[in-house]
């Protein structure tokens, strides 16, 4: 498929018989104004849905509802969700532009990622029991990586969670653990995986690519239901990208979902020999 490229040139003749050429590539360049430009379209719409319907009940309860009991309690119902809704993107574009913010400066701490997916799944055990689903963890020990523990526990947290949403209801959301070679020699370490596997719908296989997208939904009806912003994995990606680690999705129409995360682990130092 063709990449569109941008160019500037500048041409002048020199002093002599030479004549100076200057090319500078824009590309990169336009792609950011383009997706900064998509972001704001993308962000206002999703927010004006919400208000216009909070703005529309509260023009109907000074008007002819405002003497109707039950219709003041289910319309307030309904501004309290769409008040919430608004609540969670803002929130989110915070976090994400916090996130895009600090990206190119990568963490230098040392976390128990094991213990930061326990942590994670005891927060949202409330909200599995809703749905009759369990969350089932793999024994493990420790396992250190290099990273910010509370970044780490905002991507397991929205893995979790979508594990969760978009899971059966009276099924289970298995979290399992490993390790693996370096890509390369020069990152040593290792890495450490976590899987998050649901038993949901599954995503179709065209849409996985596109996962990760600012606002971009498989199912955009029962997201919104679900309080879901679109943005859950874009900050995943974003502080992946932080981490220097990988997010990896695989998943079987029918049969479910499973998202893995790879992260440097943290190198150990041999014991000098005496």
């Known amino acids: 498929m063709p990449v569109q490229h941008h160019y500037e040139a500048y041409i002048t003749r020199t002093n ?3 004549v100076l050429v200057r090319i500078r590539d824009l590309t990169e360049l336009r792609r950011a104004e383009e997706l900064r430009a998509d972001f704001v379209a993308n962000a206002s719409h999703e927010l004006r849905t919400p208000l216009a319907a909070v703005t529309g009940f509260i023009d109907t309860l000074r008007g002819h509802a405002k003497d109707d009991g039950p219709a003041r309690e289910r319309f307030l119902e309904i501004m309290s969700v769409e ?3 608004m609540r969670r993107l803002i929130e989110d574009l915070l976090s ?3 996130i895009e913010l600090n990206e190119h400066n990568p963490p230098a701490g040392e976390v128990d990622v094991a213990s930061v997916v326990r942590d994670a799944a005891a927060v949202l055990a409330p909200l599995a029991d809703e749905d009759r689903i369990s969350i089932q963890i793999d ?3 420790s396992l250190k990586v290099v990273g910010d523990r509370d970044e780490l526990t905002q991507v397991f947290q929205n893995l979790i969670h979508n594990a969760i949403k978009y899971g059966r209801s009276g099924g289970e959301v298995r979290i399992r653990f490993g390790r693996a070679e370096a890509p390369s020699k020069r990152e040593g370490g ?4 976590v899987s998050v596997q649901d038993e949901g719908e599954g995503i179709p296989r065209e849409a996985i690519p596109r996962l ?6 498989v199912d955009v009806k029962r997201s919104r239901e679900r309080g879901g912003t679109g943005l859950g994995l874009a900050i995943v990606k974003h502080i992946l990208n932080r981490h220097k680690g990988r997010l990896q999705i695989e998943s079987v129409p029918g049969e479910g979902s499973t998202f893995t995360v790879s992260l440097p682990a943290v190198q150990t130092t041999a ?3 005496v």
């Open 83 to 85: 008040a919430g809704r």
């Open 16 to 18: 002599g018989p030479l």
């Open 139 to 141: 024994p493990c020990e």
């Open 212 to 217: 990760t997208e600012r606002f971009y939904r």
């Open 190 to 193: 290792g890495q450490v995986l």
């Open 96 to 98: 994400l532009t916090r």
């Open 271 to 273: 014991e000098p020999s």
